[in-house]
Protein backbone atom coordinates (compact mmCIF):
# COMPACT_ATOMS: atom_id res chain seq x y z
CA UNK A 1 0.00 0.00 0.00
CA UNK A 2 1.45 3.40 -0.99
CA UNK A 3 1.42 5.93 1.92
CA UNK A 4 3.17 9.08 0.43
CA UNK A 5 3.51 9.87 -3.83
CA UNK A 6 6.05 12.57 -1.93
CA UNK A 7 10.66 11.26 -1.89
CA UNK A 8 10.88 10.75 1.32
CA UNK A 9 14.42 10.45 2.73
CA UNK A 10 15.67 7.22 5.00
CA UNK A 11 16.43 9.67 7.69
CA UNK A 12 13.04 10.74 7.72
CA UNK A 13 11.27 7.18 7.50
CA UNK A 14 13.68 6.36 10.51
CA UNK A 15 12.32 9.63 12.81
CA UNK A 16 9.02 9.25 12.06
CA UNK A 17 6.50 8.69 15.38
CA UNK A 18 5.68 5.10 16.02
CA UNK A 19 2.05 3.93 15.15
CA UNK A 20 2.33 0.78 15.43
CA UNK A 21 3.03 -0.11 11.82
CA UNK A 22 5.67 -1.01 9.41
CA UNK A 23 6.81 0.64 7.06
CA UNK A 24 9.56 -0.06 3.96
CA UNK A 25 10.74 2.97 2.12
CA UNK A 26 10.95 2.16 -1.88
CA UNK A 27 12.78 4.32 -4.32
CA UNK A 28 11.23 7.46 -1.88
CA UNK A 29 8.00 6.19 -2.02
CA UNK A 30 6.16 4.83 2.07
CA UNK A 31 4.91 1.90 1.60
CA UNK A 32 2.79 0.60 4.51
CA UNK A 33 3.60 -3.05 5.37
CA UNK A 34 0.87 -5.53 6.18
CA UNK A 35 1.08 -7.68 9.50
CA UNK A 36 2.07 -11.08 8.92
CA UNK A 37 -0.68 -13.93 9.27
CA UNK A 38 0.09 -17.04 11.46
CA UNK A 39 2.43 -19.35 8.71
CA UNK A 40 4.70 -16.54 8.15
CA UNK A 41 4.91 -16.04 11.21
CA UNK A 42 5.85 -19.58 12.46
CA UNK A 43 8.11 -20.08 9.02
CA UNK A 44 9.79 -17.21 10.16
CA UNK A 45 10.90 -17.94 13.26
CA UNK A 46 11.89 -21.56 12.22
CA UNK A 47 14.30 -19.82 9.22
CA UNK A 48 15.88 -17.07 12.24
CA UNK A 49 15.95 -19.53 14.97
CA UNK A 50 17.99 -22.48 12.63
CA UNK A 51 19.98 -19.73 10.93
CA UNK A 52 21.18 -18.16 14.66
CA UNK A 53 21.62 -20.96 15.94
CA UNK A 54 24.16 -21.59 13.34
CA UNK A 55 25.95 -18.33 13.09
CA UNK A 56 26.21 -17.68 16.89
CA UNK A 57 28.28 -20.85 17.03
CA UNK A 58 30.49 -20.42 14.22
CA UNK A 59 30.56 -16.69 15.43
CA UNK A 60 29.55 -16.12 11.62
CA UNK A 61 28.14 -12.69 11.89
CA UNK A 62 24.53 -11.37 12.86
CA UNK A 63 21.50 -12.58 12.33
CA UNK A 64 18.56 -9.57 12.43
CA UNK A 65 15.07 -10.68 12.47
CA UNK A 66 11.85 -8.76 10.83
CA UNK A 67 11.94 -5.11 11.02
CA UNK A 68 15.35 -4.35 11.05
CA UNK A 69 15.57 -1.82 8.20
CA UNK A 70 18.65 -1.96 5.30
CA UNK A 71 19.36 1.14 3.71
CA UNK A 72 20.21 -0.44 -0.01
CA UNK A 73 20.20 2.55 -2.18
CA UNK A 74 20.28 6.32 -2.39
CA UNK A 75 18.88 9.41 -4.26
CA UNK A 76 15.94 8.12 -3.90
CA UNK A 77 16.55 6.11 -0.92
CA UNK A 78 15.31 2.03 -0.33
CA UNK A 79 15.01 1.59 2.96
CA UNK A 80 14.19 -2.61 3.02
CA UNK A 81 13.07 -4.93 6.03
CA UNK A 82 13.07 -8.29 4.86
CA UNK A 83 11.61 -10.95 7.18
CA UNK A 84 15.31 -12.44 8.44
CA UNK A 85 18.75 -11.29 7.13
CA UNK A 86 22.32 -12.51 8.16
CA UNK A 87 25.59 -9.86 7.77
CA UNK A 88 28.68 -11.36 8.02
CA UNK A 89 31.46 -11.32 10.31
CA UNK A 90 33.63 -9.60 8.11
CA UNK A 91 31.07 -7.19 6.99
CA UNK A 92 30.01 -6.25 10.77
CA UNK A 93 33.86 -5.07 11.51
CA UNK A 94 34.23 -3.17 8.14
CA UNK A 95 31.80 -0.65 8.72
CA UNK A 96 31.78 -0.73 12.80
CA UNK A 97 28.88 0.02 15.00
CA UNK A 98 26.09 1.37 13.29
CA UNK A 99 22.96 3.57 14.67
CA UNK A 100 19.80 3.82 12.88
CA UNK A 101 19.67 1.16 9.15
CA UNK A 102 22.25 -0.79 8.27
CA UNK A 103 24.73 0.99 5.31
CA UNK A 104 24.07 -1.52 2.73
CA UNK A 105 22.79 -4.85 2.05
CA UNK A 106 22.69 -8.04 3.91
CA UNK A 107 24.95 -10.93 3.01
CA UNK A 108 21.99 -13.15 3.20
CA UNK A 109 18.14 -12.28 3.19
CA UNK A 110 15.21 -14.72 3.72
CA UNK A 111 11.53 -13.35 2.64
CA UNK A 112 8.61 -16.14 4.00
CA UNK A 113 5.91 -14.98 0.98
CA UNK A 114 2.03 -14.09 2.36
CA UNK A 115 -1.32 -15.27 1.12
CA UNK A 116 -1.49 -11.29 0.22
CA UNK A 117 1.68 -10.40 -1.46
CA UNK A 118 2.09 -9.94 -5.15
CA UNK A 119 4.61 -11.80 -6.94
CA UNK A 120 5.73 -9.37 -8.95
CA UNK A 121 6.19 -6.97 -5.60
CA UNK A 122 8.44 -10.35 -4.58
CA UNK A 123 10.25 -10.37 -7.32
CA UNK A 124 11.24 -6.55 -7.38
CA UNK A 125 12.46 -6.95 -3.93
CA UNK A 126 14.33 -9.86 -4.76
CA UNK A 127 16.02 -8.04 -7.64
CA UNK A 128 16.22 -4.94 -5.38
CA UNK A 129 18.39 -7.23 -3.10
CA UNK A 130 20.55 -9.03 -5.45
CA UNK A 131 21.25 -5.34 -6.75
CA UNK A 132 22.28 -3.83 -3.77
CA UNK A 133 24.78 -7.17 -3.09
CA UNK A 134 23.04 -9.36 -1.44
CA UNK A 135 24.65 -12.90 -2.42
CA UNK A 136 22.23 -14.76 -1.46
CA UNK A 137 18.08 -14.19 -1.63
CA UNK A 138 15.78 -17.17 -0.27
CA UNK A 139 12.02 -17.29 -0.84
CA UNK A 140 9.96 -18.81 0.81
CA UNK A 141 6.66 -20.34 -0.57
CA UNK A 142 4.33 -22.13 1.89
CA UNK A 143 1.91 -22.80 -0.59
CA UNK A 144 4.21 -24.57 -2.90
CA UNK A 145 6.20 -25.50 -0.05
CA UNK A 146 9.26 -24.40 -1.55
CA UNK A 147 11.90 -22.20 -1.21
CA UNK A 148 13.70 -20.43 -3.80
CA UNK A 149 17.41 -19.09 -4.09
CA UNK A 150 18.50 -16.44 -5.83
CA UNK A 151 22.04 -16.13 -6.79
CA UNK A 152 21.49 -13.91 -9.55
CA UNK A 153 18.96 -13.43 -12.19
CA UNK A 154 20.12 -16.11 -13.49
CA UNK A 155 21.21 -17.89 -10.60
CA UNK A 156 18.26 -19.81 -9.20
CA UNK A 157 17.60 -22.88 -7.42
CA UNK A 158 13.73 -24.31 -6.15
CA UNK A 159 14.56 -26.63 -3.13
CA UNK A 160 10.85 -29.00 -2.34
CA UNK A 161 10.40 -30.73 0.48
CA UNK A 162 12.62 -33.53 1.34
CA UNK A 163 15.64 -31.36 -0.15
CA UNK A 164 18.20 -29.66 2.01
CA UNK A 165 18.92 -25.84 1.43
CA UNK A 166 22.58 -24.88 1.67
CA UNK A 167 23.95 -21.37 3.00
CA UNK A 168 26.95 -22.61 0.73
CA UNK A 169 29.79 -19.76 0.67
CA UNK A 170 27.33 -16.90 2.22
CA UNK A 171 26.71 -19.02 5.61
CA UNK A 172 29.05 -21.60 5.63
CA UNK A 173 28.22 -25.06 6.94
CA UNK A 174 24.12 -23.74 7.44
CA UNK A 175 21.52 -26.25 5.79
CA UNK A 176 17.83 -26.09 6.04
CA UNK A 177 15.57 -28.94 5.18
CA UNK A 178 12.51 -27.79 3.43
CA UNK A 179 10.49 -29.87 5.31
CA UNK A 180 10.62 -28.56 8.69
CA UNK A 181 9.28 -25.49 7.48
CA UNK A 182 5.59 -26.52 6.99
CA UNK A 183 5.55 -28.94 10.06
Given amino acids: MTVSAQHMLAEELLNMPEDGFRYELVRGELKKMTPAGNEHGKITVKVTWRLAQHVEANQLGTVYAAETGFLISRDPD????????????SRLEEVG?????????????????????????????????????????VV???RQRTATTYRSSTDIRVFKEGEVLDGADVVPGWQLEIAELFT
Fill in 140 to 142: VNP
Fill in 78 to 89: TVRAPDVAFVSR
Fill in 97 to 137: AVEGYWPGAPDLVVEVISPNDNYSEVEEKVFDWLEAGTRMV
